[in-house]
């Protein structure tokens, strides 16, 4: 089947570990073989953050881990919300389509309130899921490779495009979610890994740094190290880590330490992560910044095209 498959990722900080196999690399697969459109999510920023002067710094630092990925921008679309004021009209018949009870209880946006630093919840994390419609729908996307805390999101954009199709004539496709390796890889403190928690492995980390912030992960004091994410979760999880990026089974890196205790583990984790990245680092210091922009300029001009048809077809479907 020929997908149109859309992702994007929020300009917070530069990606980590946890994007990699959580939605990166189904990314790389996937651009071979269907339609891609990868999405800055600028406007996105602002449901729990000011809009910091690092605004433009951090859609930079995403660029570059895209192409150092190796996200190809002959292949796929790279845009951002701010350049294409269609999805913002497009948000608003969505928002008519969802009651305020679904978007109180969605699972995602109770977990970010339970972990925002800010003291009061914006209107904009409650009706973000929505909006998230619309980069999906506005390109007709019928594939989304996402980490599991975006499932209650797409779940939300199925909703609208059904009710959508129903109210006013079949417009939309039911988009599906689709999981990478890891959809929720943990941090070094045991919690979702995260740009915004502190507890993330970077791609651009340079390797003394992911050294020294593996050597902070939190561990237990039992010397033999087993693979048990229910009683040793931290220690189950470094294990994980160490399994993806050495493409191994967690439980045979666990017996291969043996009672060789969290130093010998960190030791190797630091070697897997340090060795995995190494490439991607290295095209990452290779990527011209001008030419990465321009190609975020071009991804923009294409998908507002689409956006004006597809809002186009909307107005008239909804008979406006
Ligand atoms: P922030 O803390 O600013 O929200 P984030 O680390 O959660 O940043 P997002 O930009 O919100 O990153 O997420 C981008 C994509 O990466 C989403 O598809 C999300 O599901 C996926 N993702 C993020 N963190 C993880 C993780 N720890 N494991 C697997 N997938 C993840
Ligand atoms: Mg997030």
Redesign the pocket.
Known sequence: MNHTVL????P??PL?L??Y???LANRVRLQDIHQMFVLV?DYQVIIDRDLPGRIQANIDDLLLDYLAVGIDPGKVTIFQHSAIPELNQLLLPFLSLVSVAELQRNPTVKD?IAHSSQSAVSGLMFTYPVHQAADILFCKGTLV??????LPHVEVTRLVARRFNERYGPVFPVPEAMM?D??????LDGG??????GN?ITLKASEDETAALIRGARTDADRHITYDPESRPEVANLLTLAGLCLGRAPEEIAEEIGYGGAARLKGMLTEAVNEFLRPIRKRRSEVDLAEARQVLREGNARARERAVRTLEEVRQAMGF
């Open positions: 992702t994007g990722d929020r917070t900080g980590h946890g994007h196999f959580g939605t999510a970010e490779p996402v980490g599991k805390d975006q990478g890891a959809p929720l890889l943990h941090g979702k890994m995260s740009k915004s928690r993330a």
